[in-house]
T-cell receptor, first 116, second 113 residues
């Protein structure tokens, strides 16, 4: 079955530690995205990538880093510089079409990160 | 900058009745898409319906339909014949350049018997 997987589902981290969240897709999508969701707020874009080896900052990139070495994978590292990392993190992907500015994004099941 | 506003934090509807969720947006883009996503307790984001801004006809997907008023920058979602499984958070979203999605803060929909 095609889809997006995120692991782990729950993640606990001590303050001062970096942690990496995994996102893998087998939909052959070019574009991938990371969002953060906090209670009472909508999803906010952290980083996105439209092609391998290229990515751009979203609205709240500070304290996060990403890589896009393979089309299928877009891991997110939450660094110790992120002041309030406890949140629900969602990964998404979409087909990138040059002639259309927007495409449906498909979401993974999410990772709940808790800083102890 | 794009903004999406959902002014109803919570809504309630009786089973089999109809409910409308409101959404307004602001953008300087001429070409964009609008979406409604559903997030049930599992927290999986599920696309409900989408509207292409250049299409005047309102999108419809089974019991879900939208009222798209481009001049007013309004994009409401109507759910007909509400079912218990419709209970969820509903997010309005807009995308423009680079396919980046901007989300509203969501509306929690309760469905009562």
């Amino acid at each position: 079955d095609g889809g997006i997987t995120q692991s782990p589902k729950y993640l606990f981290r001590k303050e001062g530690q970096n942690v990496t969240l995994s996102c893998e897709q087998n939909l052959n999508h070019d574009a991938m995205y990371w969002y953060r969701q906090d209670p009472g707020q909508g999803l906010r874009l952290i980083y996105y990538s439209q092609i391998v080896n290229d990515f751009q900052k979203g609205d709240i990139a500070e304290g996060y880093s990403v890589s896009r070495e393979k089309k299928e994978s877009f891991p997110l590292t939450v660094t110790s510089a992120q002041k309030n990392p406890t949140a629900f993190y969602l990964c998404a992907s979409s087909i990138k079409k040059v002639s259309i500015v927007a495409n449906e994004q498909f979401f993974g099941p999410g990772t709940r990160l808790t800083v102890l | 900058a794009q903004t999406v506003t959902q002014s109803q934090p919570e809504m309630s509807v009786q089973e089999a009745e109809t409910v409308t969720l409101s959404c307004t947006y602001d953008t300087s883009e001429s070409d964009y898409y609008l979406f409604w996503y559903k997030q049930p307790p599992s927290r999986q984001m599920i696309l409900v319906i989408r509207q292409e801004a250049y299409k005047q006809q309102n999108a419809t997907e089974n019991r879900f339909s939208v009222n798209f008023q481009k001049a007013a920058k309004s994009f409401s979602l109507k759910i007909s014949d509400s079912q218990l499984g419709d209970a969820a958070m509903y997010f309005c979203a807009q995308t423009g350049t680079a396919s980046k999605l901007t989300f509203g803060t969501g509306t929690r929909l309760q469905v009562t018997l």
